[in-house]
């Protein structure tokens, strides 16, 4: 067993190992080592260390001394020395019986019975105790002198858990208390664990107690001191080995050369960071050296490093991590191991298979992600790109065969919409509406694509049911009291209630924006709204307040539809008939021609902003500026495909309107141009989309007409144009009497009569209609009614020149027509009197007709004399000739009547 030499070498060893020096240096704790004391012998003392001190006898106790002088020598010193934790040695040397037990009998001792002050020493009170992990002062061995050399007594610490109480006096193995610990010491500092042979510092050796046994109860033989330090790797813990190591003999223990070269070469098998805290722990010895031994012995043995880590880590309280699985083995071991196939299994084979899969998994999620969310979705969008370009150039079916590719790919909203859009504005609308469809089942019905399928069904196809129909199921049934839906569904009764004003949807769409504001508030888009329905209801008293609301504001809130709108009505009403109720309002609408001016500046596109300032410019009487306004928008009416009601019959007017202005300019072909356009327009719509008359269309017939008629006589033409007028509601009584004259110049005299009885009726008192029918009947033979008709129109013309009195048919145009008439109704009257005379018999008629042909002779007479002269002309007149027809006897011809009638009715103007 080596000795201080060899211990040193070991101290110096244990320095180098691992690198310790430079470890701590590098980490900045490098401490001071304690050195051996200077003056120790440097002979081979391994023979001490093995036979312990000197018995009595030996060279070791001073001559002629024994045992009991030698201790009380050796207290003696101690106490001069200055070392009052060494508790006195003369209690060693004195039997159990000289021991002061209080009153307790050891030997009949039981468990848990009350021990008292049993272990505190006379000389030495609680205060003189040291607080535990104090390790006691260092006595070297030069302190005690050549012949005794006692190890340091250091107190050790250990956790309370992992030691053995200490052996109480008394019990079977006839044991002594520990001298080192006092009787009252606290529980909480339990007796250290010492390593195998380790003797307890507190204790002197056996051979100094006298009658005390050769051996303590569980003390081993020499012999054996290796095997007390076999610790069981796997049977027990490690600090019960290390308890029963302590508890096997109380030698002080020392390490054999082969004991040494095993725990050098087993330390360099642990971990680095277990290996130096092992290091530190045995060159500070801040545990004591029985901790220390112990944990060698551990080393030596082999012990894992996990178990040995967790037991220092209760130790010390120092987390040690140790890597996992980690297990110090011998290199031939580990080489065995690496060459095995469990090691290949384990380190290589499983390893390279799980990243292998792991690659192949990794990699093939990366191609299952590339091709999810990038290269199926790059080439969806190629192919809608493609579909796209294909719409455009109007290649429908390829265009839908391109989405359908792209969709089973990749389906993306966008496209659905873009398509949609597309498909409308080139007014393929089925397949517009299909896309929408699609829209509503894949996104949970989005409300943003029913209101535009709604708004298409609306405006571009005039389809008020169906507008309706996806505006309450797609919409409003998911979405509850949407303020978009429910406006939209406002704007759908609208447009239905003005196009057909017998629905009663008018009254439906002001309840549908009430409720709005009533909801929502009374916002200005609600109000314009509100604004529309009173425009369409024809409320000029409601519509006057909210126009003056919208214009007071900084900042006008009216869309451009609802500009055109108001500007449009407003326009009319200043400028057109007014109910008589409304007639007072008529000098209270203002800013026309600004409201004009706002519509056209916010939507010039628009045609009907263009239509409402051209007629505007018509009614001010500017023919040049309303001209280009109504061609431009003609021609943007023309870019308009599936415009609704209201906008077809103002692009039919807008024609009737320029034909007019070229009218009135004597432009015959140019307004007969647009007019024949204007016609054929009409008859295409009402043929297609069944699109009313209005009154403005029959206009436009009978300007046409009236080309015809006045300039360049087509007196078929006329006819069909002047009848086509009165079929498309412009009844009035001068077309009924134009028709009227052309059925006369064509001898349908029972046509003319219809015509001309509806001029009669329509015109009451124009002479220029009676006389056509009274004419027309007497043609017919109808004389009875003839001669009432023309004794009317005589007594019109009797009472006009009563009013007149005397008048001047020669200087007076006016005079000259009334004279003109009672000639010819005067002759004409004559002569119905006359046949039916002939007819019926009776001399009273006969003289009747004498009577009213002179009367048409003396008219005759004043429109022909001669006012400077006074001369009748020498030729003769009809009513002359009649006279003469009449008083000869069977005269061969028959009296005749003035059959020339007037083109146009009483005061209007010849074209």
Known sequence: MPGLLQLTKFSEDMKNIGREIEVLQKRGSLSDF???????????????????????????????????????????????????DVP?????SAGPADVDTGGVDLGNLADGDDVGDLFKFASQDAGDIPPPGTADPVIFPEDL???????????????????????????????????????????????????????????????????????????????????????????????????????????????????????????????????????DIIATNEYGDGISMAMIQAVISHYTARKLAAYLERLTGVSIKVPADFEARSYSVVQAYRHSFA????????????????????????????????????????????????????????????????????AKKNWFYTYAKAFQEKHQYERAALLYRNILARYNHEKAAGLEYAEMELYDRNNYAQAEEIVRREVLDWHINDSDGMLLLGDITLEEGTANPESGKLESAREQYASLIHLYGANDVYLARMMRYFIRADNLREVLPMKNHFMSQKKMSLGSRDLTELSGYLMEKQFGPLPSQDEPLRVVIEDVRGLLELAIKAAPRNPETNYNFGKYFIYSNQPTPAAKTLEEAIRLYNGTFNPNRTQRLHHINAHRLLGEIYLEERQDLLAEQWLTKGIALFEHESAMNGLPSTEDVGRMYADLADIYYFMSYSPGEALYNYQAAVVNHHDTPSIHYRIGCLNYGDEDYQAAIRSFIKAVNGKPGDLHALFALATSLALRQDNFAAQGYYAELLDR???????????????????????????????????????????????????????????????????????????????????????????APNAPFNPELYTQLSRILQGEAFR
Do not use: C
């Open 88 to 92: 006195p040695l003369d209690i060693l």
């Open 343 to 410: 090691y290949r299994l384990r380190n290589v084979i499983i390893p390279l298979t799980l990243f292998g899969l792991l690659a192949a998994l990794v990699g093939f999620l990366l191609f299952i992600s590339l091709r999810i969310y990038v290269y199926v979705p790059w080439t969806a969008e190629k192919l809608y790109k493609e579909g796209y370009v294909l719409l455009q150039d109007d290649k429908y079916p390829e265009a839908e065969q391109k989405f359908d590719a792209g969709l089973r790919r990749h």
């Open 145 to 279: 002198g050549d012949d005794l050399a006692l190890e340091p007594q250091v107190p050790l610490p250990a956790p309370q858990s992992m030691l053995p109480d200490p052996a109480l006096p008394g019990d079977a193995s006839g044991a002594l208390p520990d001298p080192a610990l006092p009787g009252d010491m606290p529980d909480a500092l339990p007796d250290p664990a010492l390593p195998g042979d380790m003797p307890d510092p507190a204790l002197p050796d056996p051979a100094l107690l006298g009658d005390m046994p050769d051996a303590l109860p569980g003390q081993i033989e020499e012999d054996k001191f290796v095997t007390a330090f076999t610790v069981p790797m796997d049977d027990q813990p490690l600090d019960e080995a290390m308890n029963m190591s302590i508890q096997g003999t109380n030698k002080i223990p020392s390490l054999t050369e082969k004991e040494y070269a095993a725990f050098t070469k087993n330390l360099n098998l642990y971990p680095l960071n277990l290996m130096l805290f092992i290091e």
């Open 797 to 887: 013309l009797n009472l006009l020149r009563n009013q007149f009195g005397i008048q001047f048919p020669l200087f007076n145009a006016e005079h000259s027509n009334i004279v003109d008439f009672y000639m010819k109704g005067a002759n004409n009257l004559g002569v119905i009197l006359w046949r039916q005379a002939a007819q019926y018999g009776g001399s009273a008629k006969n003289a009747d007709a004498i009577f009213w042909l002179s009367e048409s002779l003396r008219a005759w007479d004043a429109l022909n004399r001669n006012p400077d002269t006074l001369v009748r002309p020498a030729a003769s007149n009809l009513a002359q000739e009649n006279i003469r027809y009449i008083t």
């Open 34 to 84: 304690v050195p051996l004391p200077r003056n120790i012998s440097s002979s081979d003392d391994s023979a001490d260390f093995i036979n312990g001190l000197p018995i009595e006898g030996t060279a070791g106790i001073a001559p002629g001394g024994d045992s009991a002088d030698f201790i009380n020598g050796l207290e003696t010193r101690l106490s001069a020395e200055g070392t009052p």
